[in-house]
């Protein structure tokens, strides 16, 4: 097994704003004693039957670092130990997790959460044999223009509750449905809100104004636009595809927001075969997403490179498209990510769990795998290293699951099984 190689760099500390459902959630967590306050306060998650660290040297020596009969203490917002129950310190609170087990939070690092308006009529067409293609989006950004700044944050903040009550604690989420310098930026601002990874994405397509002028819009996406988005994000993206942005566009989109301090994601090869992945990696992207349609040397140069492959297997799943092949990267020594690409086109689920049982039924890969890559895989794909793992000093960010072990993530699909989750150190869920 190849899960892939987590990140070289060291990872920001983001403070994000909760949601109103987080809020609450939080407001009945009882986890604190009275006598403590929740900075300094210390639990011990005992009677864990399985525990995923994704730390080899904590357990196993497997890429998950599994322990068994494990405990986990938590101090503030951070993980301060892990091991044999049977050793655990002495804390201030303790959590019988009941002989259940317990993994890091889920990385959703590809996601498309601020929009308005609803497919649904597209999708009934799709099921009934019309074939996806770009131009759908142009629906979406129809109705994300008409709505208001308060519709949008309403959007994004019940389908971050959503996934968080699917055990997702960390998320990614781009623009990409306004497509002009006033409803990308309001968009970012929106998406910032909640996130720190945000990511600025007006080269989803070209803006129906400029259909007849692509070049004048490439133009507008390097310079006002940008200019007006820079502040808000940290990432910046493009789809590379037909019917999208061809190489020499994406690559001087990417390269424009390099020169403004945003590091490349790109969406690359989903619809066919093309320039993107290797794009990817020479603009040293943390991700090239989707990575369906690869040639060997697409395969060769993601697996000898910092740049994470991050495939989306919902968007398969709601498009009937074809598979990415998990087994052929893994077994090349390329990182993968899973991630739900959330979006109300081609990908309209928050779950990843969801995602891994799809990982492991049609893309090849062993439920140990595809849980390595929603959670570690994921931080890789957004170089992070204070998440997606349990280990003393990341983030206190933990999924409790109604099961003994991780596999019955992929062995009991659709059941919701995630009964507990911890997000910097306090229980949400």
Same mark, same amino acid.
């Given at each position: 097994?190849?899960?892939?190689?987590?990140?070289?760099?060291?990872?920001?500390?983001?403070?994000?704003?909760?949601?109103?459902?987080?809020?609450?959630?939080?407001?009945?967590?009882? /986890?604190?004693?009275?006598?403590?306050?929740?900075?300094?306060?210390?639990t011990l998650i005992t009677n864990i039957a399985a525990l995923v660290t994704n730390d080899p040297s904590l357990g196993d020596n497997s890429p998950l670092g599994l322990i068994?009969?494990?405990?986990?203490?938590?101090?503030?917002?951070? =993980?301060?130990? /892990?091991?044999?129950?049977?050793?655990?310190?002495?804390?201030?609170?303790?959590?019988?997790?009941?002989? $259940?087990?317990?993994?890091?939070?889920?990385?959703d690092s590809h996601s498309h959460l601020v929009f308005a308006g609803d497919r649904t009529q597209e999708f009934n067409a799709r099921m009934s044999g019309r074939p996806y293609?770009?131009?759908? =989006?142009? /629906?979406?950004?129809?109705?994300?223009?008409?709505?208001?700044?308060?519709? #949008?944050?309403?959007?994004? /903040?019940?389908?971050?509750?959503?996934?968080?009550?699917?055990?997702?604690?960390?998320?990614?989420?781009?623009?990409?449905?306004?497509?002009?310098?006033?409803? +990308?930026?309001?968009?970012?601002?929106?998406?910032?809100?909640?996130?720190?990874?945000?990511?600025?994405?007006?080269?989803? =397509?070209?803006?129906?104004?400029?259909?007849?002028?692509?070049?004048?819009?490439?133009?507008?996406?390097?310079? +006002?636009?940008?200019?007006?988005?820079?502040?808000?994000?940290?990432?910046?993206?493009?789809?590379?595809?037909?019917?999208?942005?061809?190489?020499?566009?994406?690559?001087?989109?990417?390269?424009?927001?390099?020169? $403004?301090?945003?590091?490349? $994601?790109?969406?690359?090869?989903?619809?066919?075969?093309?320039?993107?992945?290797?794009?990817?990696?020479?603009?040293?992207?943390?991700?090239?997403?989707?990575?369906?349609?690869?040639?060997?040397?697409?395969?060769?140069?993601?697996?000898? @490179?910092?740049?994470?492959?991050?495939?989306?297997?919902?968007?398969?799943?709601?498009?009937?498209?074809?598979?990415?092949?998990?087994?052929?990267?893994?077994?090349?020594?390329?990182?993968?990510? #899973?991630?739900?690409?959330?979006?109300?086109?081609?990908?309209?689920?928050?779950?990843?769990?969801?995602?891994?049982?799809?990982?492991?039924?049609?893309?090849?890969?062993?439920?140990?795998?595809?849980?390595? @890559?929603?959670?570690?895989?994921?931080?890789?794909?957004?170089?992070?290293?204070?998440?997606?793992?349990?280990?003393?000093?990341?983030?206190?960010?933990?999924?409790?699951?109604?099961?003994?072990?991780?596999?019955?993530?992929?062995?009991?699909?659709?059941?919701?099984?995630?009964?507990?989750?911890?997000?910097?150190?306090?229980?949400?869920?």
């Amino acid at each position: 097994m190849t899960p892939g190689r987590p990140s070289e760099r060291s990872a920001p500390e983001p403070d994000p704003t909760a949601d109103q459902a987080t809020k609450d959630a939080m407001s009945n967590a009882t /986890t604190v004693s009275p006598a403590h306050s929740a900075s300094t306060a210390s639990t011990l998650i005992t009677n864990i039957a399985a525990l995923v660290t994704n730390d080899p040297s904590l357990g196993d020596n497997s890429p998950l670092g599994l322990i068994q009969d494990a405990a986990v203490v938590i101090e503030g917002d951070r =993980i301060a130990w /892990t091991g044999d129950q049977s050793k655990a310190p002495a804390t201030d609170n303790r959590v019988d997790a009941g002989g $259940r087990a317990v993994l890091p939070g889920f990385v959703d690092s590809h996601s498309h959460l601020v929009f308005a308006g609803d497919r649904t009529q597209e999708f009934n067409a799709r099921m009934s044999g019309r074939p996806y293609s770009a131009g759908g =989006i142009r /629906t979406t950004v129809a109705a994300t223009r008409a709505a208001t700044d308060e519709e #949008l944050e309403a959007n994004v /903040t019940r389908y971050l509750a959503e996934a968080l009550r699917q055990g997702t604690t960390t998320f990614e989420t781009k623009s990409g449905y306004g497509l002009t310098t006033h409803d +990308e930026s309001r968009a970012l601002r929106v998406a910032a809100r909640h996130t720190d990874e945000v990511t600025y994405l007006g080269a989803h =397509i070209v803006a129906p104004e400029f259909a007849e002028d692509p070049a004048a819009y490439v133009a507008l996406v390097t310079g +006002e636009m940008l200019d007006a988005c820079a502040p808000h994000a940290r990432w910046i993206d493009v789809f590379c595809e037909k019917g999208a942005f061809d190489g020499d566009q994406a690559r001087a989109i990417l390269t424009a927001g390099k020169a $403004r301090g945003l590091h490349p $994601r790109i969406h690359a090869n989903q619809l066919s075969y093309g320039p993107g992945v290797r794009l990817a990696v020479e603009l040293d992207a943390a991700s090239a997403d989707h990575c369906t349609h690869l040639t060997e040397e697409d395969v060769d140069a993601l697996a000898n @490179s910092r740049t994470v492959a991050t495939l989306l297997p919902g968007a398969e799943f709601s498009t009937r498209a074809e598979w990415p092949d998990a087994r052929r990267l893994l077994d090349a020594g390329a990182t993968v990510a #899973l991630s739900t690409d959330c979006n109300p086109g081609s990908s309209f689920t928050s779950s990843v769990p969801f995602c891994i049982a799809l990982a492991v039924r049609d893309m090849g890969m062993t439920p140990d795998e595809a849980v390595w @890559s929603a959670t570690a895989g994921g931080a890789a794909a957004l170089r992070r290293t204070d998440i997606g793992r349990v280990t003393p000093g990341a983030y206190a960010d933990l999924t409790l699951l109604d099961a003994p072990s991780h596999v019955h993530l992929a062995y009991r699909p659709g059941v919701p099984l995630v009964t507990g989750v911890w997000r910097r150190g306090q229980r949400v869920v």
